[in-house]
């Protein structure tokens, strides 16, 4: 399961399109800025949202690919989401218009993907395999590791970037700062070692807002022993979530805990 900018990404190799995006906004908006589309001769990648709003967007865009001479507006274009668009947002977006080819593939990937915030996720097993497709769906840098060789899958999406670590916990030393972070290794002691090496980064530097960890209760009262054995107060204890997901969704198949746990990392970001 590929997200849009892979699917940008792959077709702009074959064909040009305009990219639309929203630059700025004021008041009540569909989307926010950084949202993005790209507008091609017979589809779309990405939404900016705003119905007729997106609809005026995608037919000035198909008219400026349709000719390739025509000059695309230098600045940002302003569009009042009233009366005019038949819409009662009442607030203001602010797009850009852009024409892009194949030459423009890295650039692309590089502007749009700064806007992700980062993962780490823990454990190339099925659950991890389950959550790796799905966040790779979502505005997110994820960054996937497991002590093993040989569990990931060849082609992976652009925004999923694979680490062999071993030992595992080594690599929480390098995390990009603010990287929340999902525990699902294929052992309990890994795990545990993982979520030591990471309360141990939140005493030196405070910087991974979610550190989220698959099991049970019992899972987690016996690491709550272990961890207060070694020295963890409660309230550093209390950074760690377990068992992981919005509670109420029951189903033990690898993709209804992947949607679960995905579900609740949004929530942290949206909380944040």
Same mark, same amino acid.
């Given at each position: 399961?590929?997200?849009?900018?892979?699917?940008?990404?792959?077709?702009?190799?074959?064909?040009?399109?305009?990219?639309?995006?929203?630059?700025?906004?004021?008041?009540?908006?569909?989307?926010?800025?950084g949202t993005w589309m790209a507008v091609w001769a017979d589809g779309l990648t990405g939404t900016?949202?705003?119905?007729?709003?997106?609809?005026? +967007?995608?037919?000035? !865009?198909? %008219?400026?690919?349709?000719?390739?001479?025509?000059?695309?507006?230098?600045?940002?274009?302003?569009?009042?989401?009233?009366?005019s668009l038949?819409?009662?947002?009442?607030?203001?977006?602010?797009?850009g218009f852009q024409r892009v080819g194949? +030459?423009?593939?890295? !650039?692309?990937?590089? %502007?749009?993907?700064?806007?992700?915030?980062?993962?780490?996720?823990?454990?190339?097993?099925?659950?991890? !395999?389950?959550? +790796?497709?799905l966040l790779a769906t979502l505005p997110l840098a994820v960054r996937w590791i497991d002590s093993r060789e040989g569990v990931f899958p060849p082609a992976l999406p652009v925004q999923v970037e694979i680490d062999h670590s071993e030992p595992v916990q080594d690599a929480v030393a390098g995390l990009t700062p603010g990287?929340?972070?999902?525990?699902?290794?294929?052992?309990?002691a890994e795990d545990l070692d993982i979520v030591i090496a990471c309360l141990r980064r939140l005493r030196a530097q405070d910087d991974l807002p979610y550190i989220g960890l698959i099991g049970s209760k019992?899972?987690?009262?016996?690491?709550?022993?272990?961890?207060?054995?070694?020295?963890?107060?409660?309230?550093?204890?209390?950074?760690?979530?377990?068992?992981?997901?919005?509670?109420g969704i029951a189903g033990k198949e690898p993709e209804v805990i992947a949607v679960a746990v995905a579900a609740q990392l949004l929530q942290t970001m949206h909380n944040g």
């Open positions: 399961m590929n997200g849009p900018l892979d699917e940008l990404l792959g077709r702009l190799a074959r064909e040009d399109a305009v990219l639309v995006r929203v630059t700025q906004t004021q008041g009540s908006v569909p989307r926010e800025a900016i949202g705003g119905g007729q709003l997106e609809f005026q +967007a995608i037919q000035q !865009a198909r %008219a400026f690919l349709a000719d390739a001479a025509a000059a695309l507006p230098t600045g940002a274009q302003r569009c009042p989401l009233g009366p038949g819409q009662c947002c009442g607030g203001v977006v602010f797009l194949a +030459a423009d593939r890295v !650039a692309l990937q590089g %502007a749009l993907s700064s806007r992700f915030a980062p993962v780490a996720l823990f454990g190339g097993g099925h659950v991890g !395999a389950a959550l +790796a497709r990287s929340r972070v999902l525990i699902m290794s294929f052992s309990h019992t899972k987690w009262a016996t690491f709550r022993h272990r961890l207060s054995e070694r020295g963890f107060t409660d309230a550093e204890l209390a950074r760690v979530t377990c068992p992981i997901g919005v509670p």
